[in-house]
């Protein structure tokens, strides 16, 4: 054992460094994502969320700095990433819209443009039912939309960045709820 750990210092050294590195960068990062959310009062499922991508990209940032470090050959590596990515290039590119609204429900919590309460409208000619809307939770995925008369809309994240949307203050709408002009 004692041979294996003076073999390898250098290695272990350096492993452990990252793991270190990781962990201070991680929990840096989730503070600062919690202070952002508590800042901008917004919803905690959505606070997690977001710290757990963030999580997520630096353990795999790790896992390639620890192949780095352990000397794995760069052309067997370039092979089976080149295969991985191949296939995960062709799964994404069948299932692009998950990854797009993905990104923008990360991008929806750091822009904060409207939170959950809001009351909004949604300019979308495509968009069968017109009108404003109740922000009731956004997801990772989607947003859920409240219309007056009880009827719940899921409407994808990355639509929401896509088309123009009005935040309605309160002094905005009558006591019927319908739109003051």
């Not at 929990?27 to 710290?51: C, H, P, Q, W």
């Not at 919590?109 to 956004?138: A, V, W």
Request: hydrophobic share 50%.
């Amino acid at each position: 054992m004692e041979d294996v750990i003076f073999s390898y210092k250098n290695e272990l050294l350096a492993s452990l460094i990252t793991l270190v590195v990781v962990l201070i960068l991680r929990f840096i990062t989730y503070k600062a994502v919690r202070k952002v959310g508590s800042i901008s009062d917004l919803n905690e499922a959505r606070i997690r969320l977001v710290s757990k991508y963030i999580s997520f990209g630096y353990w795999v940032l790790a896992v390639l700095a620890l192949i780095l470090i352990w000397g794995v050959n760069i052309k067997e590596l370039g092979l089976i990433l080149s295969s991985v990515f191949a296939v995960i290039g062709v799964a994404l590119f069948a299932q692009w819209s998950i990854l797009s609204n993905v990104t923008a429900g990360i991008i929806l919590f750091f822009s904060f443009p409207f939170k959950i309460g809001d009351r909004i409208q949604i300019m979308d000619k495509d968009l069968e039912t017109s009108g404003t809307y109740l922000i009731e939770d956004i997801k990772a995925y989607h947003i859920h939309l409240r219309r007056e008369n009880g009827e719940l809309l899921t409407y994808p994240n990355n639509l929401m960045l896509q088309k123009a949307v009005c935040v309605i203050a309160d002094e905005d709408i009558d006591n019927d709820g319908s739109d003051a002009i």
